[in-house]
Nanobody, 115 residues
Framework: QVQLVESGGGLVQPGGSLRLSCAAS????????MGWYRQAPGKQREVVAS???????RYADSVKGRFTISRDSAWRTVYLQMTSLTAEDTAIYSC?????????WGRGTQVTVSS
């Protein structure tokens, strides 16, 4: 059974940085896609960054140049390095792993940007 556990969230001041991690366990050898999503209160969930099996990365316009997604070679851990954080980045961040067309979600980690 595939499980995803996010970590690294917390409270950070505007302009600060955080690095989120998503640790995957279970049978993930056929993973082809992983993405970081976020959902702010009262807003729809949106994709923040994604990485394909070829290591092609994509970012939402709102985070380009500030966030970086990366992964280890085995897809066991995917990271989201976030810099220059603003209050608009406050949300619950969740990771998604796609394996053979099935999507698996973690429970999410809260990121709060506030002074």
């Amino acid at each position: 059974q595939v499980q995803l556990v996010e970590s690294g969230g917390g409270l950070v001041q505007p302009g600060g940085s955080l690095r989120l991690s998503c640790a995957a366990s279970g049978s993930i050898s056929r993973a082809t896609f992983m993405g970081w999503y976020r959902q702010a209160p009262g807003k729809q969930r949106e994709v923040v960054a994604s990485i394909l099996f070829e290591s092609i990365t994509r970012y939402a316009d709102s985070v380009k140049g500030r966030f970086t997604i990366s992964r280890d070679s085995a897809w066991r851990t995917v990271y989201l390095q976030m810099t220059s954080l603003t209050a608009e980045d406050t949300a619950i961040y969740s990771c998604l792993l796609r394996i053979d067309g099935m999507d698996y979600w973690g429970r999410g980690t809260q990121v709060t940007v506030s002074s």
